[in-house]
């Protein structure tokens, strides 16, 4: 299942957003969009219970409202060549297809 999440907390900028990624486990494993224009970040973190990575989430920072969103499966352990990781792949990249249609 799905899960969006907005974090409420004020996140500055980069550095503050590195700092809550940190805290929250969701660091920075690929990068999609880092729009300094736009003031928006989009990247993809990954948790390592073994040497093959599984999916832990997605991540929306939007600068303009200093805020970011967590999109992540509820199970936590989605394997990167499935079905319902690909699946939430495209809900992350519409969400952020939102965000920058805004701007």
Same mark, same amino acid.
């Given at each position: 299942m799905i899960t969006f999440t907005k #974090?409420? +907390?004020t996140i500055k900028d980069r550095e503050s957003l590195a700092a809550w990624a940190s805290v929250n486990n969701v660091h920075?494993?690929?990068m999609y969009i880092d729009d300094f224009n736009k003031n928006v970040?989009? %990247?993809? +973190?990954y948790k390592y219970p073994t040497e093959t990575p599984v999916f832990a989430g997605f991540v929306?920072? #939007?600068?303009k409202k200093q805020?970011?969103?967590l999109i992540h499966d509820t199970n936590g352990t989605l394997g990167l060549d499935t079905?319902? %990781?690909?699946?939430?792949?495209e809900y992350a990249a519409n969400q952020l297809n939102k965000l920058l249609s805004m701007r």
């Open positions: #974090d409420n +907390s920075i494993d690929k970040v989009f %990247y993809e +973190s929306i920072w #939007d600068g805020i970011a969103w079905e319902d %990781y690909k699946k939430i792949k």
